[in-house]
T-cell receptor, first 111, second 115 residues
């Protein structure tokens, strides 16, 4: 059964700094997703990663996937306050719509 | 294109009652999944429906059930509510086929409070 772990659980960082959120998963995951959740809101899809070495970027966020290490990272570049949110990674396998989520990383950007 | 909609947005019930939540997927999406989000357990998969059939089920008791209609709209029912059922219930829709980048899009959720 797929298990997904994220770290850190909480992250407080200053504006302008760079940081990385890590997502480890236990068994094969055909797809690796990153979602963002603002307080009291739903989940917003950020990235879907499929293959080893995949890298996707949107603005100050960049996600990568290493299937051999079973590791995905979400890198934040020059953080701004608007990026404050909780970020989740989730895995799924083809033929199964079930998403297995990590615990989430609550990111707070301090001006 | 309209997103996933869920009704009601907020609900307060008492223990022992039952509740029905509704989800309308994105037009053209045939798969609807339900998730429960709580501070203690995080996001947990309840079940998934595709073309009116339950395809996958999570590890929840039989009090949690669902169904899907021919227009892909889905309902979730919880019977004999317990305090621990208080949660945000999220519905997600996707095309439901093995497209490589098939992504689940989430609705705003229904906040259920059980007193």
């Amino acid at each position: 059964e797929l298990k997904v772990e994220q770290n850190p659980l909480f992250l407080s960082m200053q504006e302008g700094k760079n940081y990385t959120i890590y997502c480890n998963y236990s068994t094969t995951s055909d797809r690796l997703y990153w979602y963002r959740q603002d307080p009291g809101k739903s989940l917003e899809s950020l990235f879907v990663l499929l293959s080893n070495g995949a890298v996707k970027q949107e603005g100050r966020l960049m996600a990568s996937l290493d299937t051999k290490a079973r590791l995905s990272t979400l890198h934040i570049t020059a953080a701004v306050h608007d990026l404050s949110a909780t970020y989740f990674c989730a895995g799924s396998n083809f033929g199964n719509e079930k998403l297995t989520f990590g615990t989430g990383t609550r990111l707070t950007i301090i001006p | 294109k309209a997103g996933v909609t869920q009704t009601p947005r907020y609900l307060i019930k008492t223990r022992g009652q039952q509740v029905t939540l509704s989800c309308s997927p994105i037009s053209g999406h045939r798969s609807v999944s339900w998730y429960q989000q709580t501070p203690g357990q995080g996001l947990q998969f309840l079940f998934e429906y595709f073309s009116e059939t339950q395809r996958n089920k999570g590890n929840f008791p039989g009090r949690f059930s669902g169904r899907q209609f021919s227009n892909s709209r889905s309902e979730m029912n919880v019977s004999t509510l317990e305090l621990g059922d208080s949660a945000l219930y999220l519905c997600a829709s996707s095309q439901g086929r093995d497209f490589l980048t098939d992504t689940q899009y989430f609705g705003p959720g229904t906040r259920l409070t059980v007193l």
